[in-house]
């Protein structure tokens, strides 16, 4: 009788001590699905949940090089087709133009501000400025908040600089904020040292050539995303990504352009992308995307193009 008593206390003692195990066990589950949620993309809608909780187009417009009257026609015509990203900067001088834009896109009803979301970044001559540099870009853009506000390129003091960035996020000036220019693990592991709030994106180079794979797998367990400026390799280099044997051969057999099968590539391989152009030709064919998909195989021809080979040094 006694030994009956002994064993149905050791099985009571050993049920009890398994189920504070088995809901860590789920509730370490659960942190996985909402982490891997939080970076995945539906290119349904076009968008993805970045780790702040906002959710971000996985397609837009870049202005890099328009002047303002430029970018204000590009970023109409953007959103008058369906775009709802635009990437701008201070360093490329056309804030201006891309405020009047969107204004002009708002005014005519085609948007809501809170439809778009803007992206702007500090430029390294706004290091030692930081807080009047988001400022100015809020001025300039003539919006109460950037969706995306980016350190442009590693300087001598990015961690001021991020903490302005982090600081503009509390006063409501900013939703999210990224790093730009940052290529390897040391880089993005140096910033996560200091950073209170974790980069949503990394906005790199990256293209045909030069696929950063090895980036984009590390910063997965952050949730964070990277995209992609440069997608057809920048001036200079285009004719060279859209005369691709393999791009050439899927654009036939998709009944699409270079263009699009490149785009395409970008966000079905998980990366945001910014092409950016001042034909609104070429805007509309960049944004038409999404009424096909690349297969497996077909992703897998591309991917086998990487040589590793980055056309810029910042």
């Known amino acids: 009788m006694l030994i009956l008593i002994l064993a149905a206390v050791l099985l009571l003692c050993s049920c009890s001590s398994n189920t504070p195990e088995e809901d860590v066990v789920t509730e370490e589950a659960e942190d996985t699905v909402i982490s891997s949620e939080t970076e995945s993309f539906d290119l349904e809608k076009g968008t993805v949940m970045l780790n702040s909780g906002y959710t971000m187009p996985i397609i837009g417009l870049g202005t890099w090089t328009l002047s303002n009257d430029e970018a204000e026609e590009s970023v109409y015509a953007a959103l008058k087709c369906g775009m709802r990203l635009i990437d701008t900067a201070r360093y490329y001088q056309c804030e201006t133009g891309v405020g009047r834009g969107l204004r002009r896109a708002i005014d005519e009803g085609i ?13 390294p001559g706004d290091y030692d400025r930081a807080a009047q540099g988001i400022n100015d870009s809020l001025s300039d853009l003539d919006v109460d908040y950037v969706d995306l506000m980016l350190i ?51 906005q790199n180079e990256n293209h045909l050539y030069y696929q950063n794979k ?33 791009i050439k051969e899927l654009a036939e057999k998709n009944g699409k352009t270079p263009a699009q099968i490149i785009l395409r590539w970008h966000i079905q391989d998980g990366y945001i992308t910014i092409p950016g152009s001042s034909n609104p030709e070429h805007i509309k064919e960049n944004y ?25 040094n910042w």
Do not use: C
């Open 111 to 123: 948007v809501k501000r809170e439809d778009v979301f803007i992206t702007s970044k500090i430029m």
């Open 214 to 246: 090895a980036l984009q797998e590390y910063v997965k367990q952050y949730g964070i995303v990277l995209e992609s400026w440069y997608p057809f390799g920048g001036r200079g280099h285009t004719e060279d990504h859209f005369g691709n044997e393999v």
């Open 152 to 202: 442009h390129q590693p300087g001598s003091n990015d961690e001021a600089v991020y903490k302005a960035m982090e600081q503009a996020v509390r006063d409501g000036k900013v939703r999210s904020i990224g790093i730009s220019n940052y290529y390897t693990k040391e880089q993005v592991d140096e910033v996560l040292s200091y950073a209170e709030i974790t980069p949503a994106v990394i």
């Open 288 to 312: 038409n995307i999404f009424d096909f998909e690349l297969t497996g195989e077909d992703m897998e021809r591309i991917r086998d193009l990487d040589r590793q080979e980055r056309y810029e």
